[in-house]
């Protein structure tokens, strides 16, 4: 079976420009999460959703960050404008079992 | 509010040897899920062991082993004759309520074994 898959691996951008990415959780999962992982802060939940609606999104940091859930098999996680402190690895999760996350291999977002 | 704490930030054993990995947990709920991941040099984050807090019988799963505490709030991992492909780093974490899905990680350990 296919895994959570993630586009894109590596992403460069300059400070202002807009950035998405792109998430396929596993089918038949109910619950999709948006994690970020930094040195200085660690993992760290941005939002969740389940049955594509978004639960807790008390994590995103600001209002330049939004997460979409169309449908339950694509999600979208949008930093507009981009800092260079959204420099990280962004992972999406999907999980059907509380807890029980299944990871993608994250997107590295490098702002300049 | 929930807390975990991994107190060990790097850890280097020689192939073979056994290891442990420390985990405190701080919650107030009665009920709760202890996790640990795994996160390989590949990156991505890999499901390791769930256990709730009724359930303080240690699980053991081939080499690895893990003993849930509840009287110091600890739930430690310990991989036995350690092997090369060990090396990750390693991540508990905790939840409330089933129905809760917000897991709240430690900052891990690097296990790096030694061949």
């Known amino acids: 079976d296919a895994g959570v898959i993630q586009s894109p691996r590596h992403e460069v951008t300059e400070m202002g420009q807009e950035v998405t990415l792109r998430c396929k959780p596993i089918?038949?999962?109910?619950?999709l999460f948006w994690y970020r992982q930094t040195m200085m802060r660690g993992l760290e939940l941005l939002i969740y959703?389940?049955?594509?609606?978004?639960?807790?999104d008390s994590g995103m940091p600001e209002d330049r960050f939004s997460a979409k859930m169309p449908n339950a098999s694509f999600s979208t996680l949008k930093i507009q404008p981009s800092e260079p402190r959204d420099s990280a690895v962004y992972f999406c999760?999907?999980?059907?079992?509380?807890?029980?996350?299944?990871f993608g291999e994250g997107s590295r977002l490098t702002v300049l | 509010a929930q807390k975990v704490t991994q107190a060990q930030t790097e850890i280097s054993v020689v192939e073979k040897e056994d290891v442990t990995l420390d985990c405190v947990y701080e919650?107030?709920?009665?009920?709760?899920?202890l996790f640990w991941y795994k996160q390989p040099p590949s990156g991505e984050l890999v499901f390791l062991i769930r256990?709730?807090?009724?359930?303080?019988q240690n699980e053991i799963s081939g080499r690895y082993s893990w003993n849930f505490q509840k009287s110091t709030s600890s739930f430690n991992f310990t991989i036995t004759a350690s092997q090369v492909v060990d090396s990750a780093v390693y991540f508990c974490?905790?939840?409330?309520?089933?129905?809760?899905?917000?897991?709240?990680f430690g900052t891990g350990t690097r296990l790096t074994i030694i061949p």
């Open positions: 089918s038949g999962h109910d619950y």
């Open positions: 959703f389940n049955n594509n609606v978004p639960i807790d």
């Open positions: 256990r709730n807090s009724f359930d303080e």
């Open positions: 974490a905790l939840s409330e309520l089933e129905g809760n899905e917000k897991l709240t």
């Open positions: 999760a999907s999980s059907r079992v509380a807890g029980e996350l299944f």
């Open positions: 919650t107030r709920d009665t009920t709760y899920y």
